[in-house]
């Protein structure tokens, strides 16, 4: 990319990423409004104490020990390192730009969206014990569930699209999957989330995948050389010209 591109690529940048960031920035603090004081009284919602407390009646030393694990590998540090190390692998195994990018930026922007809502929605913890220490008005949604969302759901995008058969496809979706699924139920079982606000960051961090596949993933959008979104490139042919 030339300096006299970086113009175009920011606006590409803006046009594509930044705007559809924002407006999903918008929606999850309009659902956290929704979730909190609007419909805070109306069933499933009604319903949330109850399944907070029976996670709290089940708990015991050996599931105690597996969620403590699926919330380590979920925390911030974790999620910050492990997508360093799998996009430093992905661009040494012969991956282009797209594929490391694509990763840090769902997971870059599912933690900027989920920052900026928690500090509008001051959803206090279910009112059980916590099994870990955090902030007591900063529940909705997940942080931990989300950013597990976008690295492994994201990794199983990335190694789903270059694999050739689709046993290993499935494979990968399975097993990658599992992890944000276990770490929501995680979330719920140690005392620190409601159900909605693992609802909430799926989807969150589900939007943000949508949105860097389109714009960053998908090798048919063209970045810089005077290409403007929405603008169909169109090959000029020259008028042959027959020697005289």
């Known amino acids: 990319m030339s300096l006299a591109e970086i113009p175009t690529v920011l606006r590409q940048a803006i046009l594509r990423l930044v705007l559809p960031t ?8 309009g659902l956290g409004l929704l979730v909190t004081r609007v419909l805070n009284d109306v069933w499933p919602l009604t319903a949330e104490d109850a ?8 708990r015991d030393g050996t599931l105690n020990a597996v969620s403590l694990v699926f919330s380590t590998i979920a925390s ?3 999620v910050v390192a492990v997508t ?3 996009a430093i692998v992905l661009a040494l195994s012969g991956c282009r730009w797209r594929e490391p990018m694509f990763l840090i930026g769902a997971v870059s922007a599912q933690a900027l969206v989920f920052l900026l809502t928690t500090m509008a929605i001051d959803r206090t913890r279910p009112a ?6 955090s902030p007591p008005t900063s529940s909705f949604p997940s942080g931990h569930t989300s950013a597990s969302v976008a690295l492994y759901c994201g990794l199983a995008l990335v190694l789903a699209t270059r694999a050739r058969r689709t046993p290993v496809k499935v494979a990968w979706w399975s097993l990658l999957v599992a992890v944000p699924i276990g770490v929501a139920l995680t979330r719920m079982y140690r005392g620190m989330h409601h159900p909605s606000d693992v609802v909430g960051s799926f989807v969150n961090a589900g939007t943000c995948l949508v949105i860097m596949a ?8 063209r970045w810089g050389r ?3 979104p929405g603008r169909r490139v169109t090959s000029r042919r020259q008028p042959s010209t027959s020697a005289a």
């Open 128 to 133: 059980v014990e916590h099994m870990d220490t």
């Open 84 to 86: 360093a190390l799998v």
């Open 214 to 221: 389109r714009g960053v993933l998908d090798r048919t959008v």
């Open 76 to 78: 911030t540090s974790a």
């Open 22 to 29: 924002a407006v999903l920035y918008g929606f999850m603090v």
């Open 51 to 58: 399944v907070n407390r029976r996670f709290e009646a089940e």
């Open 226 to 228: 005077g290409h403007v």
